[in-house]
């Protein structure tokens, strides 16, 4: 995979070649072909070309495309700055670039084998496993191999809710392509400054006037969540943003199945109690067991 700014031309790079054709007097030969370098020394530190066209078949997002996603082989992805920091991983911020427009994405990196410390508890994974048993065995063993695959288990799982989620109309960030440990997303800007990231819903204020809008905006999204079987198993007021009237609900790697989980509705009633608790600190009270009871009936219907 590559993930990393400034590497050699070798690296996911196309490469143009120009073969001089000129024949030669004695023999109707054309020259062997000349590699033209393209000025890829050019490149800033922290650019590279863009890796649309080289990720695997169903690493792109669902489509229909939105309409600022862009496709272009020759586009720059430039990194303009980091926008959150964790143990398994961190995200940054990086313009996606040709000379006609540009759009912004957030790349989610899960960290290398050399600098992972993953946390994640294997209680949300469970019922998840790698298709080779050595792969199981080192994840269990928790060795620097067992690490690696668990940075890619987690960087797929993460994949594959935003986009079961986006497909089924949960407000997740668009899902633009996987890369090995690297996920690139829609990019939820500030509306008052788009080059910011929207603020978490923890940073409003009490009694603000958005709120029961956005607690209708969460309760929708839960809903369809359990429609598809699944919770999101970490919910809470710090991996949701707003972004002027529009809740998001952002980091679901560890998405439990609902069913195939032994702790899933645990998982749900906790996050019922978080989100309800946050509101109610807010000024808007809501109960965490009328959310449950009213999530389990739409599981059960």
């Not at 196309?14 to 050019?42: A, C, G, H, M, Q």
């Not at 430039?78 to 790349?107: M, N, Q, Y």
């Not at 949300?124 to 199981?136: C, P």
């Amino acid at each position: 995979m590559s993930n990393t700014y400034g590497e050699s031309a070798a690296t996911n790079q196309l490469i143009r070649t120009s073969f001089n054709t000129e024949e030669t007097s004695s023999k109707n030969l054309r020259r062997k072909p000349v590699w033209d370098e393209v000025d890829y020394d050019e490149l800033g530190e922290n650019q590279r070309y863009s890796t649309w066209l080289s990720v695997e078949k169903g690493c792109h997002g669902p489509k229909p495309y939105p309409s600022w996603l862009i496709e272009d082989a020759s586009a720059l992805d430039t990194e303009l700055g980091i926008l959150k920091t964790g143990k398994e991983g961190d995200v940054f911020l990086v313009e996606r670039a040709t000379t006609e427009r540009s759009s912004l994405l957030a790349a989610k990196r899960y960290r290398g084998r050399e600098h992972l410390q993953f946390s994640r508890s294997q209680a949300y994974s469970e019922g998840r496993s790698a298709r080779r048993s050595r792969d199981n065995r080192a994840v269990k063993n928790n060795s620097s191999y067992g690490k690696e695959v668990s940075a890619l288990q987690w960087a797929s799982a993460e994949w594959t809710y935003l986009r079961r989620c986006h497909e089924a109309g949960v407000p997740v960030p668009y899902p633009v392509q996987i890369d090995g440990t690297e996920i690139l997303m829609e990019f939820i800007a500030d509306p008052d400054n788009e080059r910011a990231a929207a603020p978490r819903l923890q940073q409003i204020p009490r009694h603000d006037p958005r709120l029961a809008s956005l607690w209708e905006q969460l309760a929708g999204a839960m809903e369809s969540m359990v429609g598809l079987g699944i919770a999101h198993g970490d919910l809470s007021a710090y991996n949701m943003l707003v972004a002027g009237e529009r809740l998001v609900i952002i980091d679901v790697p560890q998405c439990v199945d609902l069913l195939g989980n032994v702790q899933g509705l645990d998982f749900l009633h906790r996050d019922c109690i978080n989100v309800c608790d946050f509101f109610t600190s807010k000024g808007l009270e809501r109960d965490a067991e009328e959310l449950f009871s009213s999530l389990l009936a739409t599981m059960f219907v």
